[in-house]
């Protein structure tokens, strides 16, 4: 069964990956086995608004600071740990959505719910139950 968001009314499921990213390639392939159909964004390229990214920490129960891949080069580069605390919530999303680099993948959103990283448990239940 295929699902579809858009024709049910619902907003489109929106992944924002990197095709070379590992997690990004495993939640992929777990939506399409699932079904489920959505829009994939390169986030190198095109990482999501400061308002997307409000809303999809605000959707996923998150902290702003659990929207940084603390794993990335540029993560570590930018000292982001170390001036993280001094961090406004605005200074946090701008940073985030002029770098695509710094955002932890995937990040999965119909508008409504938002899933960020692989955790195969947590991606299932949300996207493909």
């Keep these: 069964m295929i699902k579809n968001l858009s024709s049910s009314g ?5 992944f924002f990956g990197y095709k070379k990213c590992s997690n990004c390639i495993k939640a992929e392939k777990l ?3 699932a079904g489920v159909v959505y829009e994939f964004t390169d986030i190198t390229q095109n990482p999501p608004s400061l308002d997307e990214l409000a809303m999809i920490a605000e959707n996923a129960s998150i902290m702003l600071n659990k929207l940084f891949n603390t794993s990335g080069v540029q993560y570590r580069e930018l000292k982001i740990k170390e001036i993280l605390p001094e961090l406004t919530k605005l200074e946090i999303l701008s940073l985030l959505a002029n770098n695509g680099r710094l955002i932890k993948r995937p990040l999965i959103t119909d508008g409504e719910k938002a899933t960020v990283g692989f955790e195969e448990a947590q991606l299932s239940k ?4």
Excluded: A, F, G, M
């Design 10 to 14: 619902k907003s489109k499921i929106k």
């Design 31 to 33: 939506l399409q086995n």
């Design 126 to 129: 949300v996207w493909c139950s």
